[in-house]
């Protein structure tokens, strides 16, 4: 698994480069053509860039369209109007993450999509034998052609890193990301939790996550039907991932001062952005109170407005 989390070397970095085929640039409008005539010296500092981005685990996001609400992800344009800068970066994990998959056989052997020397004519190929075969020996041949709207919008994201974990994919990284500002620290605090699951992918071993909010590890722990949805999402996410790790234990630590990685993480917390991801989950139970407060407000200011016109009229 080094392979996949090693620094970015310069034969990756160029290879990348020059298979980067001269497709309609970015917003920034720089071309592939401008990259393929950079001198070794400004590829290193590109190189420089990239793997900053790799230790990082942060990418520029994609361009959003105008005049949409950018907390929906159909709101962005699609990956084709990237960057060409970014689409050198994934090429680069694509070529890892595809060698690794290779190399390992961990992929099925009738896969034939995004493979190299697969295609949908080696596909075809495939298909067409099976019928021969069937038909010489004077069997059926069944086939199911599916073709699902919106695939990569409709991926089960849960399922997707429990595939990965299956795998043997594995990472170290710091992250960070936003949400509504609805939503209450509770919910921040489960969710926090939630996307802690998500981004550790470490199969086959212990997994402990530490804590400062002892109010949701005590929801998680007294779960009943009528908790809120995402304590239930938090015990799904735990319950879909019991059969890869010998335990997921969840531990509470005093919040803040004195604690190296809780400190770390208040800093990178406040390394959020309005270009950092976007955790698209607003509590039922928090919109409920924030407008219940906004009632009490609007009340409250009512209230006082009519009071301070009767005093007025009875002055006047």
Known sequence: MNFLNRNIEFWELKRAISKKKNST???????????KNLDDASLLKILGM???QLDSSVLPIPIPKPNKDKTKLTSYRPIALTSVFCKIFERILSHRITHFLTS????????HGFLPFRDNHTAIY??????SEARK???NF??????IKSAYDSVHVDALILKCLQLGFSCLQQFCYRIHPINSVFTAEVLAICQSLDELVIPETDILILSDSFSALSSLKNISFHSPKV??????KIHIRKNLNKKIALLWVPGHSGVSWN??????AKQVSDFSPYIDWIASEDILSYLKKQSFQKTKENYHKINHNYHNKIYY
């Open 25 to 35: 640039p970015g917003a920034d409008n720089i071309t592939s053509i401008w990259f």
């Open 50 to 52: 990239l793997q900053q």
């Open 104 to 111: 390992q056989k961990k992929l099925n052997p009738n896969q």
């Open 126 to 131: 495939k298909i067409y034998s099976a019928i």
């Open 137 to 139: 020996n004077k069997k």
């Open 142 to 147: 069944v086939a199911v052609s599916l073709d």
């Open 231 to 236: 304590i239930q999402s938090l015990a799904a």
């Open 263 to 268: 400190e770390k993480a208040d800093s990178i």
